[in-house]
């Protein structure tokens, strides 16, 4: 690989494994040339360097860096067996620290592995949250993301309350066969002031946060002009979530149990909650 290369973010993307289990990983003889490191013998230096790295955090090693061979082609067709290591992407990350950090690529790197690490964290973390934590945390995604969806819907063409009124409709149409706002208020036998989103259990919060995400960034990438065009993208988007839903054998999101408890009510509950908390700390 030549040093004239142009590198990006996508480099360490492509190079990437999944095994059998479904779980990433890279190899370090593949690591080396995007690092532009040419000889084996000065990437394996950093390589022990990050091991290093990582049994002074008292995790272990070989959960991260695991030692294969493999073999590779020469010619007349004939093979040679060499060492390699299978990395972790947090064994990526203590290698680019461990780099040479003139190295562009490196600078890359540090930021791929570490953006990307701390994006695994936080996904760990949310699937360690109860469902009414779950419900809490997307329902506040959701709020930020229509943020962005009502901007798009502006620049498209949709300016006034009422036309935003019928944008919003056409999306819940779509993802729930037809039925509209009033139709999946009744559904859930809910007062005309209270808001849809907040009776939602975290699959159907799911569900609709990805119409939003989903819509959002359709009508900025394809460039969506007018009110009529704009409220279709909203049905189709809609409509392709719950085929996606069918296709999958999920629940269709009419026919998801609405929760006990609305999210206002949880939300005034929480800050009590961690104020117990607090008080069991310093207790």
């Not at 993802?175 to 809910?190: C, N, P, S």
């Not at 269709?252 to 949880?266: A, G, Y």
């Amino acid at each position: 690989m030549s040093n004239m290369q142009k590198y990006s973010d996508k480099t360490f993307e492509e190079i990437k494994h999944i095994n059998e289990y479904g779980s990433e990983y890279w190899l370090a003889r593949e690591l080396a040339p995007v690092l532009e490191y040419a000889r084996w013998e000065n990437f394996y230096n950093v390589l022990e360097k990050a091991k290093e790295a990582c049994g002074n955090s008292n995790i272990n090693v070989i959960d991260h860096f695991r030692d294969v061979t493999k073999m590779i082609d020469l010619a007349k067709g004939a093979q040679r067996e060499i060492e390699d290591t299978e990395l972790s992407r947090y064994a990526c990350y203590l290698i680019v620290q461990n780099a040479d950090p003139r190295k562009r690529v490196v600078a890359l790197g540090q930021t791929y592995f570490a953006v990307q690490t701390r994006r695994q964290e936080l996904q760990d973390d949310y699937n360690k949250l109860d469902e009414n934590a779950k419900r809490l945390a997307i329902r506040e995604e959701i709020r930020e993301h229509n943020k962005s969806l009502a901007e798009a819907a502006q620049m498209a063409g949709i300016k006034t309350p009422q036309e935003y009124a019928v944008f919003q409709n056409k999306g819940y149409q779509g993802l729930y066969g037809g039925l509209g706002v009033k139709e999946i208020h009744k559904r859930k036998d809910l007062k005309k002031s209270q808001k849809i989103l907040d009776h939602m259990g975290s699959t159907e919060l799911a569900a609709n946060l990805f119409r939003a995400t989903q819509t959002d960034e359709k009508i900025r990438r394809d460039n969506i002009k007018g009110k009529a065009k704009a409220n279709q993208t909203h049905f189709v988007v809609g409509k392709t979530v719950r085929d996606t839903i069918r296709k999958l054998g999920g629940t269709m999101p009419e026919d998801l149990p609405t929760p006990e408890e609305s999210i206002r009510q949880l939300e005034k509950r929480e800050p009590k909650k961690l104020e117990g908390k607090t008080k069991e700390k310093e207790g």
